[in-house]
C-alpha cells in the first residue's frame, strides 16, 4: 500500500484577509505562493510541506462543530495556551469549558478554539 501524507487544508472564508491576518497572529504561519491558480485563494505554510489553503467564499453559508475540526501538535503547548491569553481568543476543552485545557485518557493535553469563521481547531502537546 502507498504512504500517504497531509499535503494541505482548505477552508472556505468569509474574508479571506481576516483570516490570513488571524492564522499568522496565532500560529506565525508566512504566506506562501499560491502556485495552482490565479485566484484570490491565499496559501499559508503549516511546516514540513503542509499547506493551509484559504478559499474566498464571502457568500457562503459556514456551518461547523466542534468534531470537524484539524489539529495542530506543539511541543510548546503551555506557551501557546500563554499566547491564546494574551491574544484574548476564547479557549475550552472538549466538553467546553472556557479557559480550561483537557488532558485525554492517552495523557495528551489538548485546547479547542475558533477562527474568524467559527472552523473549530485544536492544539495539543502530542509529541
Known sequence: MSKFFINHIALSV?????????????????????????????WLSIGNG???????RPNALIKTNKAVHFALTTSEFENFVLRLKKL???????LGTALKDYIRKDGIQQVYFQ???????EVNNDI
Open 115 to 121: 477562527d474568524p469563521d467559527a472552523y473549530w481547531i
Open 88 to 94: 484574548n481568543i476564547e479557549y475550552s476543552d472538549w
Open 50 to 56: 503542509m499547506q493551509l489553503h484559504l478559499i474566498p
Open 14 to 42: 468569509k474574508d479571506v484577509d481576516k483570516s490570513v491576518s488571524f492564522y499568522q497572529k496565532v500560529f506565525n504561519f508566512k504566506e506562501i505562493e499560491n502556485t495552482a491558480s490565479n485566484s484570490l485563494t491565499r
